[in-house]
């Protein structure tokens, strides 16, 4: 028998020998879900044994997070914006800097959101088409993906957050399932350059979908393609959020610049001060 104390102490000793940047928080939430508790109950209870079948099967997600896997995917779901999304290795797991997207969109679009009709581009786990739909209730939100197991995953979590009556999903490479005018479009598209791939933390690079991480060399190339083609979708006064990766603020800009028809090109930071949001609204 293994009691939670000495299990979370090995647990952390393990993680740390395998990489872990969160041992000890690792350890915790992991041990956490598979036993059904919340952070109270972990603290208070630390003499409670595990039984051989209960640490043996946490001895089997602690094997995964030491080789590399994301807790998310360990877990089976991801928290954004304060709602729990299912998540698998389909799709990316949703990050905190992805929600500066969404509070963006909200800074120019106030509920209900009467009459708007929005464009979530590559959807993977439905993180922000879903969130876009419950704050703006009266929208209809559109999304679409290429990979037919990511948005098998995105019409779950919309179900799963009340929203799939509001939501079309569509296969589909950016905008070609998608027909009609537009008033938002919004993306979190693939933007790693492809030299970077490689340096990339193991858990990002051996467990998350390379297709829905690395663009072209520069590292815009899905950026350059949906900023053309907004052009054309987006009504007058309609606007496009795109999430861009760290410099690529000024490439992103030129963009819009270039393709013309654009107007209040701005860029929004992150919480950790690094440029994540390029907006500019359709003339």
Not at 64 to 86: H, M
Request: hydrophobic residues 40%; negative net charge.
């Amino acid at each position: 028998m293994t009691d939670i104390r000495t299990i979370l102490h090995r647990t952390t000793r393990d993680l740390t020998a395998g990489g872990s940047p969160s041992p000890r928080l690792d350890a915790e939430v992991l041990l956490m879900r598979f036993l059904r508790m919340d952070r109270v109950q972990l603290c208070m209870q630390p003499e409670r044994e595990l039984s051989e079948e209960e640490a043996a099967g946490f001895a089997r997600w602690v094997e995964r997070r030491s080789l590399g896997e994301p807790v998310a995917y360990i877990l089976g779901d991801k928290e954004f914006w304060s709602l729990r999304f299912e998540v698998n290795r389909e799709v990316l797991i949703p990050r905190p800097e992805t929600e500066c997207l969404i509070e963006e969109v909200l800074r120019f679009y106030r509920p209900p959101g009467e009459g708007l009709r929005v464009l979530d581009i590559g959807t993977g786990s439905g993180a922000i088409g879903v969130v876009l739909a419950r704050e703006l209730p009266a929208a209809r939100v559109v999304a679409t993906d290429i990979s037919p197991g990511a948005l098998a995953v995105a019409r779950r979590n919309a179900l799963s957050q009340g929203v799939a009556g509001r939501m079309e999903f569509f296969q589909g490479d950016l905008f070609a399932a998608v027909s009609g005018d537009l008033d938002i479009i919004c993306s979190n598209p693939p933007y790693i350059p492809e030299g970077v791939y490689d340096l990339l933390p193991v858990g990002i690079r051996n467990f998350e979908p390379p297709g829905a991480l690395i663009a072209s060399p520069d590292g815009v190339a899905f950026h350059r393609k949906i900023i053309r083609e907004g052009a054309h979708r987006l009504k007058a006064g309609g606007r496009i959020f795109l999430e861009i990766g760290e410099g690529q603020r000024d490439r992103v800009a030129a963009l819009f610049r270039e393709e013309g028809g654009y107007g209040d090109i701005d860029c929004r930071k992150d919480y950790g001060g690094i440029d994540r949001v390029a907006s500019a609204r359709r003339i």
